[in-house]
C-alpha cells in the first residue's frame, strides 16, 4: 500500500531531510508535496487529499496546530515532526497522537509511519487530533487517550479513580467500577497525569487523590476510594500523600 503523503515544515533542510529518510527507509510512502508555511499548506492538503501529513508544529505566523483547526473533519492521519517543546508534546501524547523528534531518528519514524499504516488499512476516523483540540480548549477536563489491544479509548482524566501497574500494562480503574487494561507502563501515566492529582502511592499505584474517600492509619496506612477500592501506602511514600491530600482538602 502507498501512503499518499506532504510534509509542511518552515525549514528547507528539514524538508529535505525528511524526505530522505523517507526514501530510503519507508518506502510505502509517496510523497505529494511540500509546504513551508500554513498558507501554503491548506491549498495544498485540499488539492491532493493526502493520506498523511508531516506536520512541524512551529512555525513563524501560524503554527501547525493552527493549520489543522482549518480542517473539520479530519480524513488524513498527522504524525507531527518537532523539537522539543515541554507543552505541545504533553498535549500529543495525552491525546495519543503520533510524533517524532528532531533530529529524526528513522527506527522511531519507521514506528509511526506503521502504526499510520494499518490505521489508514483499517479506514479508522482520526479520533486523536479532535480529543487533542478539545483539551487544547478544556484544559481542566481533558480526555486521555488509552490504547488497548485493539483500539485507542478517550477517557475523561477525573472519572479514573486509580491506575495499577502490571509490566508493560496498566489496567485503570473508573468511576462505577469500570476497567480497562491499557497497552503502556505505569510510569508513562505518572508523568502524564500528575498535575492533576495523581500521585503515586505505591510502587504499582497510582491513585487520583480526588477520589480518596479516608486515610486509614492501620496496618501501615491505607486509602479507601470513592469506588470502594482500598489501596496500600507505602512507607516511604506515606509523608508525600499525606502532604498532597492536605493541599488537596485546602483546594
Known amino acids: 500500500m502507498k501512503i499518499k503523503s506532504i510534509i509542511v515544515d518552515d525549514e528547507k533542510h528539514g524538508r529535505e531531510n525528511l ?24 491549498p495544498l492538503i ?12 512551529e512555525m513563524p505566523k501560524a503554527n501547525g496546530f493552527q493549520l489543522l483547526e482549518y480542517f473539520k473533519d479530519f480524513s488524513f492521519e498527522v504524525i507531527f515532526v518537532t523539537a522539543y517543546d515541554s507543552y505541545a508534546i504533553k498535549a500529543i501524547r495525552f491525546s495519543a497522537a503520533d ?16 502504526k499510520v499504516a494499518r490505521r489508514i488499512q483499517q479506514k479508522e476516523e482520526n479520533q486523536r487530533i479532535k480529543q487533542l483540540f478539545r483539551n487544547i480548549r478544556q484544559p481542566q477536563n481533558p480526555r486521555i487517550g488509552l490504547p488497548t489491544t485493539d483500539r485507542i479509548e478517550f477517557a475523561e482524566v477525573n472519572k479514573i479513580v486509580r491506575c495499577q501497574g502490571e509490566g508493560n500494562y496498566t489496567h485503570f480503574y473508573f468511576e462505577g467500577n469500570k476497567h480497562l487494561l491499557v497497552a503502556k507502563t505505569l510510569v508513562e501515566f ?6 492533576y492529582s495523581f500521585v503515586r502511592v505505591h510502587k504499582t499505584h497510582l491513585v487520583n487523590l480526588k477520589h480518596v474517600v479516608a486515610y486509614v492509619k492501620s496496618g501501615g496506612g491505607m486509602l479507601q476510594l470513592s469506588n470502594g477500592n482500598e489501596v496500600a501506602v507505602s512507607r516511604r511514600r506515606k509523608d508525600d500523600v499525606l502532604k498532597q491530600l492536605k493541599l488537596i482538602s485546602r483546594s
Open 46 to 57: 485540499q488539492s491532493q487529499n493526502p493520506d498523511l501529513v508531516f506536520l512541524d508544529i
Open 99 to 114: 510524533y517524532i523528534l528532531k533530529p529524526i531518528n528513522f527506527n522511531h519514524l519507521k514506528s509511526a509511519v506503521e
Open 190 to 195: 505518572e508523568d502524564l497525569l500528575q498535575e
Open 19 to 42: 524526505a530522505g529518510i523517507l526514501n530510503k527507509y519507508c518506502p510505502e510512502v509517496n510523497l505529494l508535496g511540500e509546504s513551508n508555511s500554513v498558507e501554503t499548506a491548506i
